[in-house]
């Protein structure tokens, strides 16, 4: 029963022209949620690049590696700090030092991408590191593209231009994770800023401004409380949550209305 709703759901998903998704506006089918078809990663060669946040440790990612590693046995993984260890406030407001190191880093993607043109390249940014992920594409040499850009409770502004800046170094899509709950990239971004310096409720919360179809936006509700996520800054470190919504991204073997379809078949843990 589940495999011909799914495909419904995606047909008409890429029928509407567009996979941003809010999944607290997807009713779930016949009044309840279904478990989604289980991710299958594809046994392919890549890179997954993965930027902690403000604090930039990487022993709260260590989870997430884990499972990456398990999903995506075939890809290079690793976790690259932007920042000084423990030192949020001060990482979160050292623009100059933040531009000119995504910078850099962009330099290393592109010199990696004339090397392995095929292969799939995974950018996930975390909280600041989101910020700093997205700073990252919008930096690449013209000739450079990433694959997927995830960011998770990013510290980056609703308004930044990803349309012009960012999207056209993205060969497949952009997720978005949010949360109106998620103290750190409302109030937070509001009181010290954002990456990108301005003082204002951060794209971690409400998400941008803009809809694509390269965008995908998964705004969190209620639905995402059976796996343990609260709607809190730490809660995308959870296990449960981490497997039902943020590692079928990295699936090289779903689109991006695969991804959506998924999103709104599963709202709890399957």
Known sequence: MTKPIYAALKALLVLLGTVTVTVADTPALSGQCLPAPPV???PENGRLLILPGVGNTRFHLAGFVERAEAQLPNFTID????GVPFLTIHNLRAHERNVATAARMAEEIGVWRRAHPNEPFYLVGYSGGGGIATL???????????????LVAPAIAPDYP????VLPHVREFVVNYSSKRDLQVSWGTRTFGTIDRKHTVSAGAVGFEFAHPQLLEYRWSTTDEPLGHFGNHIAYLGQRWQTAKLLPALDPSLDSSDLAAHWALTCKES
């Open 136 to 150: 990252i594409t919008a930096a690449l040499p013209e000739d450079a593209h990433i694959d997927r850009l995830i």
């Open 79 to 82: 976790v690259q700090p932007w």
């Open 40 to 42: 299958v990663a594809a």
């Open 162 to 165: 990803l349309e012009r800046d």
